[in-house]
């Protein structure tokens, strides 16, 4: 890879002519029906090693391929609201609930970038970058963006390398591949741990656990 596949800060000069180093913002989007430690697990990944002022978690308005018990927009973005709340570098930003409408990812790192003079890295794991081309506007978001690449079950580390390689060669887009553990989590394998009621508590965050078990969700 060429150095534009690193992820590194851009050094702005400030009015009194210091450089300093322009501000970094990760983007993490997913249904989250539920939250779980694997989403965490990346997030906190991403936060150490790239040195992210602030991730903004951003759950799905629409989910089109979910199949089985889902839990509303409202109860998913509640359960987000709880494991933010215990964590310093986390946020949730409900914009694509707002918009009550289709929403891309494209229009939320436009959104973002347009509002803060900031780099947006999009988290994704190893699965979503080979689907990316087929995203909304793709080579303008890949473009505008800079991509984190997480590992997920399934992938080959061969196969994340090489589509990494390809997509910055093509797009120039900056990509960096996080050294995350490798979970074995789903939102699927939940929701049926808890319809046979078996125990999640090693599967989601606690606060996720007593939200989901005190409002009977997924049964």
Known sequence: ???????????????????????RIGLLGGSFDPFHLGHLSIAKEAAKSLNLEKIY?????????????????????????????????????????????DSYTYDTVMEI?????CE????????????IEKWYRAGCLLGACSLAVAKRPGVSDTEILE????????????????????????STN???????????????PKCVEQYIMTRGLYV
Not at 64 to 86: D, I, N, T, Y
Not at 113 to 117: L, N, Q, V
Not at 168 to 181: A, C, H, I, P
Request: overall charge negative.
């Open 1 to 23: 890879m060429n150095k534009a596949a690193l992820v590194e800060g851009d050094l702005l000069e400030n009015p009194s002519g210091d450089m300093v180093e322009r501000k």
């Open 57 to 101: 978690l951003v759950p799905a308005y629409k989910q089109p391929f979910k199949e089985g018990h889902s839990a509303s927009w409202e109860q998913r973005v509640e359960m987000v609201k709880l494991v933010a709340k215990e964590y310093d570098f986390l946020e949730v930003l409900t914009i694509e609930g707002e918009r009550k409408k």
């Open 113 to 117: 970038k347009e509002a803060a003079d």
């Open 120 to 131: 947006v890295i999009l988290i994704m794991g190893s699965d979503s970058l080979l689907s």
């Open 163 to 186: 589509e990494c390689h390809r997509i910055n060669e093509k797009y120039g887009t900056s990509v960096r591949l996080l050294e995350n553990n490798l979970i074995w989590i789903s």
């Open 190 to 204: 939940i929701k049926l741990e808890i319809e046979r009621g078996g125990s999640i508590k090693n599967l989601v």
